[in-house]
């Protein structure tokens, strides 16, 4: 027997919602229930960013220095920097990351050189990278591993930002989030699927 030989399912957020409403036992029917539904998903995967590193939201970039500028902000889609080297000639070097206290115990902050330190201060709105030493010229380039925030979910036809690995997860989760406010008598079980299928995909996200 042939097989379908296509690896393109999906699911867009309108289809997420009814999957997890069908979940309830029932389907969405009112607009504000969908905006409910859009606002626990958005929820959900802000949490999902605080338990660990979603592996699909880690990236790359590149920033140039300046003379004698030690910090600069980050965009504020950046949540963290996981490592970075300075890039001089095509060469990458090494730079540790510090704490915010160590950094703030430097002794002599006004050192110029090559910088091999960074720290990262988190803010409400944006982090901030600070640097150690000084940058001494404005050819070099920082660049770094940082974990993005994962996109919102916004209109009904546009898919998640996650790999299908997560859409059980997801599916299950916003069942979840939902029943917390539509049927109570239901929030342990579904609370325990989505834990199952949270621990699965992530333990996958390796």
Known sequence: MATSDTYT?????????????EYLGGEVTLGHEVESAKRSMNLM??????????????ATTAVSLTVSVTSFDLDSSNLDVLNAVLRRDNKDLGMTRISME???????????????????????DKPSIHIY????????????????????????VNTTDMPFRFY????????????????????QMLKTVYEEEFQRASDEDE
């Open 45 to 58: 995967l802000t949490d999902w960013q605080n338990r660990n590193i979603n592996l699909w939201t880690v």
């Open 133 to 156: 030493p000084i940058p001494e010229n404005s050819t070099d380039q920082l660049v770094y591993h940082y974990v993005r925030r994962i996109d919102d979910a916004d209109t009904l």
């Open 102 to 124: 160590e950094y703030l115990q430097i002794n002599n902050k006004g050192q110029v050189g090559r910088p091999s330190q960074f720290a990262l201060r988190r803010g409400r």
């Open 9 to 21: 399912f999906n699911l867009d957020v309108d289809s997420i919602i009814q999957e997890a409403s």
């Open 168 to 187: 059980p997860c997801m599916v299950a989760g916003l069942a979840y989030y939902i029943a917390m406010k539509r049927t109570p008598d239901r929030i």
